[in-house]
């Protein structure tokens, strides 16, 4: 039982699995924390489900388990069960998805068509001969057309013979005939039936070894789906005329039906088919497939005439506005009537010159508004004209991006075996990045002003709740950048004909390389978002944003005095901001751009929101264009804790100057008498109008992510009992400035708190250690002046609490932790008032986790395995009465009685010394 549990964690966790960043979750260790057994058992169940087939071995440092058949939904089906590491595993990947996929040639295979070709993959793919697939769908919506793709595709990825066979099998006509049916489909024996003086094979066993489509299935009654069902169930067929002999066949089926599945057919026939897949109608497909559908027809009949065609826009506009019923297959019939009428007109000429009076009025959409402004240039196509050219051509914005990817691609193919990013190369690329932004954002004014607004809004979420996570501040003007790329992204089609595959992975790898931290950031960004904006996300576009946030998006916060820019215009400030942070070669000023007629109130809201998800600590500068920005210091609220300095008249001059005095670390004040006699802006600073609140400072030396992590742990325990600010700042700037920063100057620093001492002269450090052990609550009460020993306590008591939570959330999977954190804290607090001594802080961590793990036993009926009591032979000054009693509320609370073995447990953890927890690997 316990081992199905285990298979059961495995095969939730792989479903997240990332071959990027593994989690420790996949290794023994962990699994045997999670399932409170000893290793050696965890590792006894995982190598027995390894040798079941049913998980996959990593032997890497450490070994990691994998569900398989969960990998494998996620990624791709494998042959083997134990790989020697994570590389060796995607070595074994198919190269499916490339340039060499027959489906990357359809139409749509990346849009409306991407979930169909996924199905159709995965029936074909699916071992042990594939799965029976039946395929729905309005007349000429490319039923017949996929079927033969499929057959290719199998051939292509050897599932079956290059010389396997592929037999259609129209079932309308043997719709009203079981009879007929039975021997076209299984064949006959001699004398099965008047006249039939010898054995036949039946399209059954003509297709043996390879595919038979049985195309119109729908018109099959309910004998004629009873027929199949043998073979589905078992394999095997029988020869009509013989019921004795059976004939065993490896057929790959694929049905078709226009009709709908639910009026037509049985259900138990339905139940037999486990892959059911439903084609959109050309209507349903998007704009850009329609357009590419159109072209490919267009190219085709180029094919069979032989001459080149020239095609008017208004022609053009028609097709993609009319509504064919009959689907691609009306679409086609329309451009070859179309065609056939312009050639007789033309038929000694060259160039066939089409326009809307070739049409056929059958053809001609009732709503067609010819638009006589139109200007645009006939579209050629001839029988060598690349599909991906003409979509291009055809939209400059698509042509922009498309460009952009040829030229990042080119840059690399002088060594295409060993790409390395040089800094040379790193600048060429961006220089290329930054022309293809600017182009999208002040060339091109055709966006939809809605969508983009909601790709901005998305965009600015997204990457605010990945600032804390990795650490870094992105400025607003480069968020507004990115999030016209991936609109525009996210609106066109794009062909890869012309690039290289394998050279845009190698090109992603180097780019992982240059800067892994920014790398994993845009991979969770686009996780984050892709649903969201409806993208699907290429490799270049993870090389595009990698690159131009490693560049100019992101930096760490590393202490430095902060800037924005507030501007009046459509891109004032975001174009000053973006100007001068590419001349610094840093993100120092955010921007925002204001309308003309924004009240100060709003502007001032702009300016709080983000103080409030920045650190400002060493003081914020706002430089301001004109008017009543100058004033917004008059709706600041008066609780800001930093100094704030306006200066009016901004120009990228002033710009320049303030951030170079920014970059070299000048302090807010100093900056003000830089800049003010050489530029003599119209300036004000303000300063917090109230005594220097008391503050503790924590701080780590592995990043800011660290100290933020203990600033949590200590605002939860100390400031819901004391009043004190308490404050993360990164560990390089305490050690640099010697307690010179503005922080020093703001507020009453305490005490810093920490994992090493950034020495700071007449600041006392604690370090984190000492702080969970107990053992600094002499030094807090000298430093808390107002409090008691009582209230030490009670913060000591938080601390634990609180440091035990994070534990506990990570132990246990089905209880609400604070609910059952703070019965274990009344358990504790019981126990001491009973026996009246007070548990060591490690005692107490122990306690709770092991608690919180014992509730979640007992609800879940798992006894506790493999405990070999130490004590219970000793003279006991604790009994197990007194602990029974104390755990009370955990038994009434959850109904559940705590057994012996378990109380036996508890008494262990009070009698024995405690491993104390390592503190570093959880912060």
Sequence with gaps: MLKQKILSYLANQTAFFDPENISDIFTASHIADKFDIKRNTASLYLNE????????????????????????????????????????????????????????????????????????????????????????????????????????????????????????????????????????????????????????????????????????????????????????????????????????????????????????????????????????????????EKEQLIYLLFRNEAKIIDRKLSISPQTLINFKNQHFIGNIGS???????????????????????????????????????????????????????????????????????????????????????????????????????????????????????????????????????????????????????????LYYRANVEYQFNQINFAMMKSIQQAVKKLNPHMYRLVKQLFRSIENKIDLQTQAVDIIILTLYL????????????????????Y???????????????????????????????????????????????????????????????????????????????VSTQIAMNIGSLILDHIYLEKIIEEVIPKNIPEHNIIYPNHNKPKAIITTCVTGIGTANKIKTLLKDSITNVLNIEIIAYDFQALERDKGTDSVFLLYNVIAIIGTLNPNIADVPFISLEELISGNTNSILLSLLHEANQQTIQEINNSIIKNFSLERVIESVTILDTNKVINYIEQCIIEFENITQQALPNDKKIALYIHISCLIERLIRNVPLENHIHQTFQQCQKVSLQQIKEACSVIEKTYSVEIPKIELLYIQDIIKQKTEFPELTQEF
Excluded at 57 to 76: A, C, D, G, W
């Design 571 to 649: 891109a004032t400030a975001s174009s000053i901001a973006n100007v001068t942070n590419r001349l610094l070669g840093k993100n120092v000023f955010e921007a925002f751009d204001m309308p003309i007629d924004i009240a100060p109130q709003d502007i001032a809201n702009k300016v709080i929101n983000y103080i409030e998800r920045n650190d400002i600590s060493r003081g914020l500068l706002i430089l301001v264009d004109m008017g009543s920005l100058k004033d917004i210091y008059k709706f600041l609220p008066h609780t800001i804790n930093s100094p704030i300095a306006i200066i009016n008249n």
């Design 49 to 288: 489900l390894v040798t079941d087939k049913k998980v996959i071995k990593i032997i890497s440092r450490p070994v990691y388990f994998l569900h398989k058949t969960v990998f494998e939904n996620q990624f791709f089906n494998i042959l083997e069960y134990q790989y020697p590491s994570v590389s060796a595993l995607f070595a074994n990947q198919p190269q499916i998805e490339s340039n060499h996929d027959l489906f990357s040639l359809v139409i749509g295979h990346n849009q409306s068509l991407k979930k169909p070709i996924e199905q159709l993959k995965m029936a074909m793919l699916y071992p042990n001969g594939g799965l029976p697939l039946l395929i729905g769908g309005s007349s000429g919506t490319g039923k017949s057309y996929l079927a033969n793709l499929l057959y290719q595709y199998c051939k292509t990825n050897q599932l079956i013979d290059e010389n396997a066979p592929f037999v259609t099998f129209n079932c309308a006509q043997y719709a009203n005939n079981p009879e007929l049916l039975t021997s076209n489909l299984f064949g006959y024996v001699k004398g099965a039936f008047t006249g039939a003086d010898h054995a036949r094979q039946g399209a059954f066993e003509h297709a043996n070894g390879g595919i038979l489509f049985l195309d119109e299935v729908h018109r099959l009654n309910g004998e004629g789906q009873e027929k199949l069902f043998t073979y589905l169930d078992n394999g095997i067929i029988y020869r009509m005329g013989d019921t004795k002999n059976s004939i065993p066949l490896h057929v790959r089926l694929i049905f078709a039906t226009t009709e709908n599945l639910n009026d037509n057919f049985m259900r138990t026939f339905l139940r037999r088919i486990p892959v059911q897949v439903t084609l959109p109608d050309l209507e349903d497909r998007t704009k850009q």
């Design 331 to 485: 679409l086609e019939n329309a451009i070859k009537n179309t065609i056939a009428y312009a050639f007789a007109k033309q038929v000694n000429q060259d160039l066939i010159k089409i326009t809307i009076y070739d049409i056929p009025q059958e053809f001609i959409n009732q709503q067609f508004n010819p638009n006589p402004q139109l200007n645009e240039s006939n579209i050629e196509i001839d029988k060598t004209t690349d599909l991906g050219y003409l979509i291009h051509q055809s939209n400059p914005i698509n042509e922009m991006i498309y460009d952009a990817y040829i030229k990042l691609s080119y840059l690399f193919k002088k060594n295409p075996q060993q790409i390395d990013i040089t800094p040379d190369i790193e600048n060429e690329l961006l220089n290329e990045i930054d022309r293809l932004f600017d182009k999208l954002i002040y060339e091109n004014k055709q966006q939809n002003q809605n969508i983009i607004k909601h790709v901005i809004n998305t965009v600015t979420y997204e990457l605010q709740n990945l600032e804390q996570m990795f650490n870094v501040q992105f400025n607003g003007n480069y968020i507004y950048a990115i999030s016209y790329y």
């Design 550 to 569: 490693n560049k100019m998006g992101g930096t760490e916060n590393s202490g430095l005095t902060k800037a924005i820019i507030l501007a009046h215009g």
